[in-house]
């Protein structure tokens, strides 16, 4: 907690603090890989790095490359992974005084973690035509995104995550999708389809009403703290995928993929506890619907897989996300209001708010390899891949709310078949920047839609040093 400075008596409060915090409920309603999702996704093919669109020849083909479903025939597939990650957060602010003198504050050391949740893929598929040329499929997916909680309490005092994010509990978002597949000669594949992000989003932070001028308070008093939760749905946000699969030679493999962008445009409800202090005693929030609207990237991947061998397959892979498109999210009270505010008129109207993202595109490169040996009489498969990914949150904008880091993943898998059945093991370890944002650069401050007269105080500069692996297991059917 920030020491208070230069107390004054005054009435006057920043009412509409309430602001700040669906503002800052806003922005954490979208998480991280370069963007969305930390990692890619799925048990086989993050075994080969996520080097999996030209060789994606079973059904994890609906996210890499949907051509590739008209390889894996009638089929269900169903795998789970543990996105298990772990963040040390020590928040760095910079502090003017009376005296207009600058000075750097320095908060006990965050630590946050995900739950053990397994992350599934659920999908089937049925071939069909005189030479099982059509494929199609439908199933659900659930984005592999960090949803982190943090303490509330740190050192005994109020913890200094609270005004960018408490905690995701009560989220559930999945991808349900369909997709059809063509092989009209063998040297050809290609795929089409659809999916939506769908489900609720909920996200809980405390925010402050003290005001910005510390006319009666210091910016982190506890008495002036509120608990503000958000829930954003139901979201239906579609998209349209597609692919094709080029195979100029036995051995050699090229697949080109990718998604158009997913557009949230999603009602909200909104509800805050008022803060502590005698100036909210008789205060109340009147109206809780508001509206959230934030764009989410188009996605494009090429690959290029090889076999020298027979029973070896080695893939080199590029995958770009345009995460430029994802420059502001936009929330839009309908009606709301905060009334009984001691010393401000009786009703004060939540206006519309604009949270700056600025992100930028993020690039991916990709190596995996496949190799298929014989232990006794089953055919087992060992995998191996690795990955560097460049994350797409500029420094500047990086919080608790919106993580992602410059990472490299090394990756080991395998599968043994048995029959018809194919049971798959992942072990994932991710190796991630550590990131220092200075707090005379940090963007992303105590957001109050009246301004007062204090300067700039960023909330997001500091340490991030994290951790994080992928734990996954999953069986592959095919009738």
């Known amino acids: 907690m920030l020491e208070q400075k230069d107390r004054v008596p005054g009435r006057r409060v920043a009412a509409v ?123 659900v997916l659930a984005p592999y995104m960090l949803l982190a909680s943090y303490p509330v309490v740190v050192d005994g005092q109020p913890s200094p995550a609270r005004y960018t994010l408490g905690s995701f509990n009560g989220s ?12 009209p000669i063998e040297q050809v594949r290609v795929g089409l389809g659809v999916l939506a992000l769908v489900g609720y989003f909920q996200s809980t932070v405390s925010f402050s009403a003290s005001p910005q001028d510390r006319l009666i308070g210091a910016p982190e008093q506890p008495e002036f703290d509120a608990d503000a939760q ?9 998209s349209v995928t597609g692919g094709v ?12 993929s990718g998604n158009l962008p997913m557009v949230i445009s999603a009602p909200a409800n909104f509800t805050v506890r008022m803060p502590s202090d005698v100036v909210f005693d008789t205060s109340r929030q009147n109206g809780t619907n508001a509206h959230v609207r934030f764009v989410l990237p188009a996605v494009f991947r090429v690959g290029i897989e090889v076999r020298p061998i027979e029973k070896l397959r080695i893939e080199a892979a590029y995958v770009r996300e ?16 905060i009334d009984g505010i001691t010393g401000l008129p009786p009703q004060v109207k939540i206006p519309p708010i604009q949270i700056p993202r ?50 490299v993943i090394l990756s080991v898998g395998g599968s043994i078949h048995l029959g018809a059945w194919r049971l798959d093991a992942l072990f994932s370890q991710m190796f991630l920047s550590s990131v220092y944002v200075d707090p005379r650069d940090a963007k992303i401050g105590r957001i109050n839609p009246i301004n007062g007269n204090a300067p700039f105080e960023s909330v997001n500069g500091g340490n991030y040093s994290a951790n994080a692996n992928l734990i996954g297991f999953g069986m592959n059917y095919r009738y």
């Not at 559930?172 to 092989?183: E, F, H, N, T």
């Not at 958000?230 to 579609?238: E, K, L, N, S, Y």
């Open 245 to 256: 699969t080029v195979v100029p030679f036995k051995s050699v493999r090229i697949g080109v």
């Open 322 to 337: 345009f995460w430029e498109a994802h420059r502001t999210i936009d929330a839009t009270p309908q009606g709301m209001t």
């Open 17 to 139: 603090g309430a602001g700040w915090a669906l503002a800052v409920c806003f922005s954490v309603t979208s998480a991280d890989a370069g963007g969305l999702y930390f990692s890619d996704r799925g048990v086989r093919p993050m075994g080969r790095g996520g080097a999996f669109v030209a060789g994606a020849d079973d059904l994890g083909a609906v996210w890499y490359n949907p051509a590739g479903i008209a390889d894996a025939g009638s089929a269900i597939l169903i795998d789970g992974t543990w996105l298990r990650f772990s963040l040390d957060y020590t928040r760095e602010m910079l502090v003017i005084d009376a005296d207009k003198t600058y000075r750097r504050v320095r908060s006990p050391t965050v630590s946050g973690s995900t739950p053990i949740l397994p992350l599934p893929t659920i999908v089937g598929s049925y071939a069909f035509g005189k030479k099982k040329e059509w494929t199609i499929a439908g199933g």
């Open 358 to 407: 600025s992100f930028e595109s993020s690039n991916s490169f990709r190596l995996g390899a496949e190799v298929r040996l014989a232990v006794g009489k089953y055919p087992v498969d060992l995998r191996f891949g690795g990955l560097y990914e460049k994350s797409a949150i500029p420094p500047a904008y990086l919080s608790l709310s919106s993580l992602d880091f410059d990472k």
């Open 172 to 183: 559930a978002i999945a991808m349900p999708g369909a997709w059809i597949s063509y092989k």
């Open 230 to 238: 958000m829930r954003v749905g139901p979201i239906i946000a579609p």
